[in-house]
């Protein structure tokens, strides 16, 4: 949790992506918000495994897609050696089984690719201890409430 003079400060990203494009984009466009900078990147499950103990994160940003493990098992690993470190879903499935999987293995949040400010929306959030759903991913889980 932090509260606002700690959210002052840039929080540190660790960005999980597979696609090397993709990653250059999210790091470019988070560099650009005033109070985010991306700390580390790995392009997969295990390079991640490996970094993120000494990493110095404040959140995990991870595509659904990995090479190398399920972002569902990814998450598992990530609540049992980091458990206070909040997750954040990034993806292009926008089907409710892969949201309803994720916050079941301890995502505190999924958002959609391509829709930039919702994805800052999503991070300031979570950072400030909330969780984060779309409207359109709460109405596909039926959840009325924030």
Known sequence: MYSRKEMAMRANIYLIEDHP??????????ERVADLQVCSMAASAQEALAQLPTAGADLVLIDISLP????????????????????????????????????AAGAKGYVAKGNPMELVTAIQ????????????????????HR
Do not use: N, W
Request: proline share 3%.
């Open 68 to 103: 190398d493990m399920s972002s569902i098992d990814l998450l598992a690993k990530l609540q049992a050696t980091l458990p206070t470190l909040p997750c954040l879903i990034l993806s292009g499935h926008q089907e409710a089984v892969y949201v309803q999987r994720s916050l």
């Open 125 to 144: 959030q979570v950072l400030a201890g909330d969780s984060y759903l779309s409207e359109l991913m709460r109405m596909k889980l039926g959840v009325l």
């Open 21 to 30: 494009l993709m990653q250059k984009m999210f790091r470019e466009f988070l």
